[in-house]
């Protein structure tokens, strides 16, 4: 095993290019998992710790562009205004310790479906920047999922950083364990309301191959919201509409038994956080209402 | 491949380290500081935590030569990272004093380090962090396999959180597994040296 430390972005492109079979570590939540316990011996290690860029994050106008190695633990401190949802989502990620190393490039390189940055990235809408010798991209997050374990990066890319929408919402995250720390979800959702646009964004994880939307729900809910005026009348969402929502994000899973928990449970499962989470937001969507009213 | 940082603020060297190995395993098997635990090498228990350049992570997950020129701090030099922690706030609170002495703790004062509190079984002594007499007054140890990853966390939330609540004290612990105690006493070991702090002031 060689053991590659770039002291630059450039350097760690080139070597990427070199050894496109090197295994970027960076937090090591995953990749020291796997070697210690030998499931993995990979040719080369990059170790992407001395890459200062990775660990930044800048605040645009419609977007953070937030550092593929940001931890987590800062995602929860300083981002909380502008990522509700990917804060919510990093506070369940493990433990503080995880929390200290860990960070989305590496939800995003595993590609696992129950990472757990997954719904809220989807949620919320985002773009990762892929970059390697040959130039930059930038992948929609509805396209970076391709299969189980597997994402649209090219063997010579590394990822950069993640452009995620601010949000101009409210926007929720739930996941479902055996217990509230050291859990990997049996499964997760998020929900975004982006009044904005008049849409709603969903995410699902742990419950199909890959990450997923639950479009035939967000369809759904958009036109339910529109037709009776709730985004200009604030009124409480009926409960045959939220029971519609949740059904069809249960539809949206394509869930596996495993250890973790049945495909019937997951499934159920969550249809129950999606009337909860839509629950929560939309509350907090009429309170932002009679807030700014009150203060007009 | 070699590696220099600094353990317990004196530099060391280790050689020969494996490019897969852990911090874990290089601080246990390579510089005989067995201090921090290895029960799980994935994450799970959190008996392996440090500091690393002041941040608690588990060492397991830390492959070695991500720690090339950076500071850790293990259990074995908790009591003097305390010890000049409390002098530099003393110093700050006052004007500022002279540093003496070469910081830090040696690797061979590390090894022999031994637990001496004010116990009737562990003898008499000064040399414990308050996070540690406060384990041993509240009777926080039981097989003590937790205990080194559970002080290194404990005393990092202290430094943030002088006056924490239950609900921080178990987040801040939520990463550290023990087996034995059911918590309990942990928890009046942390509220035991979050006191005397506050009292110390
Ligand atoms: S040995 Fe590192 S977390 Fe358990
Ligand atoms: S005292 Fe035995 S594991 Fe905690």
Redesign the pocket.
């Known amino acids: 095993m060689d053991f590659l430390r770039p002291a630059s972005w450039e350097e760690a492109l080139a070597a990427k290019a070199e050894h496109p079979t090197a295994v970027p570590i960076a937090g090591g939540t995953d990749v020291m998992v796997e070697i210690n316990f030998d499931h993995r011996r990979p040719e080369y290690l990059l170790d992407l710790n001395r890459v200062g860029d990775l660990y930044e994050w800048e605040v645009g106008q419609d977007s953070v562009r937030l550092g593929a190695s940001v931890p987590y633990s800062r995602i929860m401190e300083s981002l909380r205004a502008e990522l509700p949802g990917l804060a919510l989502a990093s506070h369940t990620v493990a433990s503080p310790?995880i929390r200290n190393r860990g960070g989305v490039g590496g939800n995003l390189g595993t590609a696992s479906p129950a990472g757990d940055a997954h719904p809220a990235l989807l949620a919320a809408g985002a773009e990762v920047e892929a970059e390697s010798v040959r130039g930059s991209r930038r992948i929609p997050i509805d396209a970076f999922y391709t299969g189980v374990k597997r994402n649209a990066l090219a063997p010579d890319e590394l990822i950069r950083a993640v452009h995620v929408k601010k949000a101009d919402g409210p926007q929720q995250y739930s996941k479902v364990g055996t217990r509230n720390a050291m859990v990997i979800a049996v499964c997760a959702f998020g929900l975004a309301l982006h009044p904005e646009t008049r849409t709603v964004r969903t995410g699902i994880g742990s419950a199909a191959p890959t990450p997923v939307r639950a479009r035939t729900a967000e369809e759904f809910l958009e036109a339910a919201l529109e037709e009776d005026g709730f985004w200009d009348n604030g009124k409480i969402i009926t409960p045959s509409v939220a029971k519609q929502f949740a059904d069809l994000c249960a539809a949206a899973c394509n869930p596996i038994d495993d250890v973790r928990g049945t495909a019937r449970y997951r499934r159920h499962a969550v249809g129950v956080m999606a009337r909860r989470t839509l629950t929560w937001t939309w509350e907090s969507y009429r309170g932002a209402r009679r807030a700014s009213k009150g203060a007009a | 491949m070699r590696v220099n940082f600094t353990v317990n603020g004196r530099p060391q060297e280790a050689d020969d380290v494996w490019e897969g190995e852990s911090l874990?395993y290089v601080l246990r098997e390579r510089l005989g500081l067995p201090g921090s635990?290895?029960?799980?090498?994935?994450?799970?228990?959190?008996?392996?935590?440090v500091r690393l350049d002041g941040v608690p992570v588990?060492?397991?997950?830390v492959a070695a030569g991500q720690v090339e020129g950076r500071d850790v701090v293990t259990v074995e030099g908790l009591a003097e990272f305390a010890r000049q922690r409390a002098e530099r706030d003393r110093c700050e609170t006052a004007s500022r004093g002279d540093r003496t002495a070469a910081p830090g703790t040696s690797l061979d004062e590390a090894r022999a380090w031994q637990a001496r509190g004010s116990d009737s079984q562990a003898g008499e002594g000064g040399e414990l962090a308050p996070i540690q007499q406060a384990f041993i007054d509240a009777g926080a140890v039981q097989c003590g396999f937790c205990t080194p990853g559970l002080l290194v966390a404990a005393d990092e939330m202290l430094e943030h959180h002088p006056n924490p609540t239950d609900a921080d004290i178990r987040e801040a612990l939520s990463g550290n597994l023990c087996r034995c105690t059911g918590y309990e006493k942990i928890m009046d070991a942390v509220r035991l040296a979050a006191a005397r702090q506050g009292e110390a002031v």
């Open positions: 310790q | 874990l635990k290895n029960a799980c090498e994935q994450g799970e228990c959190g008996s392996c935590t588990c060492s397991c997950l």
